[in-house]
């Protein structure tokens, strides 16, 4: 095999080994940190949220204080409203499923029992031992824990039409 090829000059001149490594170091640095500024900023923000947060719940642990028995059904639902929005302004959503097909919360709700109850076509949650906790980024922080309503089994069911 015969080389046949000449020695043709360069149209500009190489950058020095030592100056690509400079370079890339300088690339390198400037990448990290606009990263660290980025994660600076966001600690930032969710500090502020937290901060909000704990003045919205103070504020209503401070409301609690003055709850009787007396004046309990006029003071609560406010409270309860103030700390729902309190939530949502930190960025998270409180899930309450009472009322609500099991077929919709399964993904994010665990059973902890369940009773047969007659005229049902499927399971429903019947009451919510421990809400779920959804962050508007939406990451499912706490998994809601529920206790079933379930249609009566196809047994029972046709006793009851005997």
């Known amino acids: 095999m015969r080389i046949d090829e000449r020695e043709r000059p360069l149209g500009a001149r190489p950058e020095p080994p030592q100056g690509v490594v400079w370079r890339l170091l300088r690339e390198k640095a400037q990448a990290g940190g606009a990263a660290a500024e980025e994660t600076r900023r966001q600690v930032e923000e969710h500090k502020t949220a937290l901060a909000h947060l704990a003045q919205d719940v103070a504020g209503v642990l401070h409301g609690l204080h003055g709850v009787t028995a007396a004046n309990a059904a006029d003071v609560l639902p406010s409270l309860t409203h103030r700390l729902a929005r309190a939530l949502e302004a930190a960025g998270a959503r409180y899930l309450d499923p009472v009322g609500t097909p099991y ?22 949650v019947a009451e919510t031992l421990r809400p779920g906790v959804l962050m508007a980024d939406g990451k499912l922080t706490q998994r809601a824990r529920v206790y079933l309503a379930v249609p009566a089994a196809a047994d029972d ?4 039409q005997e």
Do not use: I, N, P, Y
């Not at 919360?105 to 902890?112: G, S």
């Not at 069911?157 to 009851?160: D, F, S």
């Open 103 to 124: 077929e919709e919360v399964q993904t994010w709700a665990d059973v902890e029992g369940s009773e047969q109850v007659a005229g049902l076509e499927r399971a429903m």
């Open 157 to 160: 069911r046709q006793e009851e």
